[in-house]
């Protein structure tokens, strides 16, 4: 990583969890047409994998006034075993504020990323408030300006990971990721806040939110996805701790 990026050092400091920490860059206040990056200061925050709270500093993306992507705490902690999966042929789906994208390009096992977004203005964005196109290993990258229903790769991908919500747990994000993946047909996929969908399919089939390594794996073979992380069980360790976090209990909330 460049000078400029840094390990979460606001006052978030703990991380115990079986993943690196994800570097977030230094980002600039911009605004791009409909889109505005900026930095909101003193945030309460809470962790996604790890039971954690308080104070931090963090930059927000916004288009029309719709929040899309943060550098929030319960993000980056999300975002992690996904940044740990990539290898070889990596597509991401959706660029956000580049998260994932960054840590990805620089990891020596992947060898091409193909950045799959449909607005290029999120991309000049990009441009301007972080250097995109100076970041470590941007060589690896290729950008395909597409709807990522719509898109085709043209060599086989070893891993597909797809992030183009607005909201955690999305509950369109499962059948949006299969029908992707019908046309990418990637050896690995995995998808943002897909514990919380996991959660679902426990609840679902009364097993309690305590999983096993075969459940996880029962759950890939059902939804039809090579999903990541199957042989870790360190993994399926961190889903207790996802069920009691204040992301899943506020999704409970909203579903009544």
Same mark, same amino acid.
């Given at each position: 990583?460049?000078? +400029? =990026?840094?390990?979460?050092?606001? %006052?978030?400091?703990? !991380? ?14 911009? %605004? ?10 003193? &945030? ?8 954690? +709270? ?14 899309w992507m943060?550098?929030?705490?319960? #993000? ?14 990596? &597509? ?41 196109? #100076? !970041? ?29 919500w607005a909201? %955690? ?19 690995? &996929?995995?998808?943002?806040?897909? #514990?919380?969908?996991?959660?679902? !399919? ?7 939110? +305590?999983?096993?390594?075969e459940q996880?794996? #029962? !759950? ?13 069980? =360190? ?14 209990? %506020? ?6």
């Amino acid at each position: 990583m460049n000078s +400029s =990026a840094f390990p979460l050092n606001f %006052t978030y400091d703990v !991380w115990e969890l079986p993943w690196p920490k994800p570097f977030v860059p230094d980002y600039r206040e911009t %605004t791009m047409g409909e889109w505005t990056l900026k930095k909101i200061d003193l &945030v309460p925050q809470r962790g996604y994998f790890q039971d954690w +709270s308080g104070i931090s500093p963090q930059y927000i993306l916004l288009a029309s006034g719709q929040t899309w992507m943060a550098t929030a705490v319960l #993000e980056v902690e999300s975002q992690a075993p996904h940044i740990a999966a990539a290898r070889g042929h990596v &597509v991401v789906m959706g660029s956000g504020l580049g998260l994932a994208l960054y840590n990805i390009l620089p990891q020596p096992q992947v060898t091409r990323v193909t950045l799959v977004e449909r607005d290029p203005l999120v991309l000049d964005l990009l441009r301007q408030a972080v250097n995109l196109d #100076e !970041w470590p290993g941007v060589e690896k990258l290729e950008i395909e300006i597409i709807d990522a229903f719509d898109y085709r790769p043209s060599r086989p991908v070893n891993y597909l990971y797809v992030d183009i919500w607005a909201k %955690t747990g999305d509950p369109q994000a499962l059948p949006d990721t299969q029908q992707i993946q019908q046309h990418v047909n990637a050896d690995l &996929v995995g998808w943002w806040s897909q #514990e919380i969908h996991f959660l679902r !399919w426990l609840k679902h089939k009364g097993y309690g939110y +305590s999983p096993s390594i075969e459940q996880y794996r #029962e !759950w890939a073979r059902e939804i039809s996805l090579p999903l990541i992380e199957q042989d870790n069980l =360190a993994y399926v360790a961190c889903i207790p701790q996802v069920a009691r976090s204040y992301c899943h209990q %506020t999704i409970l909330q909203e579903q009544g």
